[in-house]
């Protein structure tokens, strides 16, 4: 093939290969793409596979399939498990890349670990935010490790599925709401209770004996607990009212000395005024029945809730907490300095109760440990959330995360570990693209994503044109047309 069939024949690729979501292609001119080769293989040569430097042949046998499987998940293709990704990699191995995916003892802890430290050291600062959720991944049969009939939070149902609590740094820059850079804390696999109890299942899947039904929100406080050893600099902590709601998550983030931001439901958080007097156990001289063991409220003073105050409430202030793609976002706020009560007793928890009104109704968060903050303030922290929805929905619809086939508990923490750094890859290449003017707004990922598989293409031309008595142009089996023909 000569230099002009070549170029137009890549130029065909590269006109094809548009993933779900991409930005128009007339914003891709204003991305640096220099070194940007050099960057992936700074990244990959930067977060050791298992936690150790390659000094060896298997280490560095282990980094170079890893580059390759995130490679396979950042390429084009309508299916991301293991022998789809094998055969978008030239020479690709599916033993080989089975066995490192499935069997290999490399720690995925580790690697994590060398990954966040990583992105702490490029991507964060102070003014970050962690943010928790989880998520599911459909799932047929009963043998892959911890699926079972659960809540699904894609489907809002239950459903048969496995669940992942997932923990992200997000971090605001630029003028527009969608620049936020983003990275993975961390991804626990939930293990249903039935899961304890069955150890047929749990040897087929190969789950540790010590891992055992935990329940979610202490999963999260495993990642926070990690990230804080990590010494990851961040703001507060976010999460949705699943979280928020459980009073011994937000105990143990008070402990920690961790402010948070949470979402709470709008009836069944009950709260009293800041100032209202307590009295102690004992101080109520005609109290008639058993002795008061812990501290009280006045007679006729009753708790109240987010949704009464709302009701009452006469001081909305509208803010605006960015720009999205249809317009101004903004909506009517109120806050109140409250205690929490529980059981109608009042607790030790005091907070700013931060209560939108907006076009999806009305939302209440607790805030602890952010009393400095203006109203506006507190609402850019409370719509930073957002983030770790898009989060999910990138490492599914562009990664695969939720195409791993494999049955095993080790499997799916090394694809889980993989796919993590896929995404802080792209984020990173984001963020240098974008340079130091933070007036500039970000590229997007799908943006990058999309120049990063041009830059694989051109690698996998390069070396398919130096390959004699290959006519790529004509193989029905050339890895090119594969992904034209799955990216289509």
């Not at 001081?315 to 960015?322: F, R």
Request: glycine share 8%.
């Amino acid at each position: 093939m000569g230099p002009k069939a070549h170029e137009e024949e890549k130029a065909t690729i590269l006109k094809n290969i548009v993933g779900k979501g991409c930005a128009p292609r007339k914003a891709l001119p204003r991305i640096d793409l220099s070194n940007l080769s050099s960057d992936v293989k700074e990244f990959v040569a930067r977060i050791p596979i298992g936690g150790i430097f390659p000094i060896g042949p298997r280490l560095k046998e282990w980094q170079e399939i890893s580059g390759n499987y995130i490679k396979g998940q950042i390429l084009p293709g309508r299916r991301k498990s293991m022998e789809p990704i094998t055969k978008r990699i030239l020479d690709g191995d599916y033993q080989q890349m089975q066995q490192f995916i499935t069997d290999s003892p490399w720690d995925a802890d580790a690697t994590m670990n060398a990954t966040m430290i990583f992105c702490r050291d490029e991507m964060a600062s102070p003014d970050g935010v962690f943010i928790f959720d989880d998520t599911g991944m459909g799932k047929q049969g009963n043998m892959s490790p911890g699926v079972a009939r659960q809540y699904f939070s894609e489907t809002k149902n239950i459903g048969n599925c496995q669940v992942a609590v997932t923990g992200v740094y997000a971090k605001p820059i630029g003028p527009s709401n969608a620049d936020m850079v983003t990275w993975a804390l961390g991804m626990r696999l939930y293990i249903p209770k039935a899961w304890d109890d069955d150890e047929l299942r749990r040897q087929s899947a190969g789950i540790p004996a010590e891992v055992r039904y935990t329940k979610k929100w202490r999963l999260a406080l495993d990642i926070v607990s990690n990230a804080r050893d990590l010494k990851v600099p961040h703001r507060c902590i976010l999460a949705d009212t699943w979280y928020g709601k459980i009073p011994e998550f937000r105990a143990k983030l008070r402990e920690w000395t961790e402010p948070y931001l949470l979402a709470m439901p709008m009836n069944e958080l009950h709260v009293v005024p800041e100032d209202t007097p307590i009295l102690l156990p004992g101080a109520d001289g005609n109290h008639v029945g058993r002795p008061r063991t812990k501290p009280f409220l006045p007679d006729g003073v009753m708790a109240t809730t987010p949704g009464r105050i709302a009701k009452e409430a006469k001081d909305w202030t509208e803010v605006c907490w960015g720009e999205g793609t249809k317009g101004r976002l903004n909506a009517k706020f109120v806050r109140r300095m409250i205690r929490v009560c529980l059981k109608g007793a009042p607790t030790e928890e005091i907070g700013w109760l931060l209560i939108e009104d907006g076009a999806d109704g009305l939302k209440a968060y607790l805030c602890w440990g952010l009393d400095g903050l203006s109203v506006d303030e507190l609402v850019k922290l409370a719509h930073c959330r957002w983030a770790i929805e898009a989060y999910h929905e990138t490492i599914k619809d562009q990664l695969g995360f939720d195409h791993f086939e494999g049955r095993k508990y080790r499997g799916w923490q090394h694809h889980a570990v993989l796919t993590q750094m896929a995404f802080a890859l792209l984020e990173w290449l984001r963020l240098k693209r974008r340079g130091a003017d933070e007036e500039v707004s970000l590229p997007t990922l799908p943006e990058v994503r999309r120049i990063l598989i041009g830059v694989l293409v051109d690698q996998i031309c390069s070396r398919t044109q130096k390959q004699e008595d290959h006519k790529w142009n004509h193989c029905k089996d050339c890895p090119l047309r594969e992904m034209i023909i799955e990216a289509g």
